[in-house]
T-cell receptor, first 115, second 114 residues
Framework: DTEVTQTPKHLVMGMTNKKSLKCEQH?????MYWYKQKAKKPPELMFV???????INESVPSRFSPECPNSSLLNLHLHALQPEDSALYLC??????????????FGPGTRLTVL | AQRVTQPEKLLSVFKGAPVELKCNYS??????LFWYVQYSRQRLQLLLR??SRESIKGFTADLNKGETSFHLKKPFAQEEDSAMYYC????????????????FGAGTRLAVHP
């Protein structure tokens, strides 16, 4: 399996809801990433997990809560989101060697709409 | 400051014409450069990276350290090349961290007309 998968594909939630996004990879990668992508914009890094430990939090609001239960899974828990949080949320993984030549492999994304 | 600049938001060409998507970077050190492509309704995927020195789907990119550029070129554009192209930079190797951080340019939309 050489792909990063994400579920759900689409998610509509109210501002008081709690939901979670899920990302999975079975390539043996040890670094996993969450990005936010607005329409016609490049991906913006949110979080990086390396060897199941949070390595980077790019000053993301606490209404976004990442979790890495094991080396293959990455979750993003959502609570009390705002309409401006509506975006495509991308997950990516890389081998985990820490080389600047490491390729990041992206999932198809979850299209989130906050009403 | 680390920055990737793609000066063109949109590049519109006819099928068979040469294509050059520009990318300039600012980084104090020896970065690794990548081109990622996002076709309509498909995931962001790696097109090519400098270290591999490959030609993928007829595209090539040369790293010019003097001009700090990594322009993407194809001699004859095809309609299926229409997509969003992102140039990205990865800075210093962080062995202890186990990850690399990508800095993306704003992207250039390539539209190839029949």
């Amino acid at each position: 399996d050489t792909e990063v998968t994400q579920t759900p594909k689409h998610l509509v939630m109210g501002m008081t809801n709690k939901k979670s996004l899920k990302c999975e990879q079975h390539m043996g990668h040890r670094a996993m990433y969450w990005y936010k992508q607005k329409a016609k914009k490049p991906p913006e890094l949110m979080f990086v997990y390396s060897y199941e430990k949070l390595s980077i939090n790019e000053s993301v609001p606490s209404r976004f809560s990442p979790e890495c239960p094991n080396s293959s899974l990455l979750n993003l828990h959502l609570h009390a989101l705002q309409p401006e949080d509506s975006a495509l949320y991308l997950c990516a993984s890389s081998p985990g060697q820490g080389l600047n030549t490491d390729t990041q492999y992206f999932g198809p994304g979850t299209r989130l709409t906050v009403l | 400051a680390q920055r990737v600049t793609q000066p063109e938001k949109l590049l519109s060409v006819f099928k068979g014409a040469p294509v050059e998507l520009k990318c300039n970077y600012s980084y104090s050190g020896s970065p690794e450069l990548f081109w990622y492509v996002q076709y309509s309704r498909q995931r962001l995927q790696l097109l090519l990276r400098h270290i591999s020195r490959e030609s993928i789907k007829g595209f090539t990119a040369d790293l010019n350290k003097g001009e700090t550029s990594f322009h993407l070129k194809k001699p004859f554009a095809q309609e299926e090349d229409s997509a969003m192209y992102y140039c990205a930079l990865s800075g210093k190797t962080v062995f202890s961290g186990g990850y690399n951080k990508l800095i993306f340019g704003a992207g250039t939309r390539l539209a190839v007309h029949p």
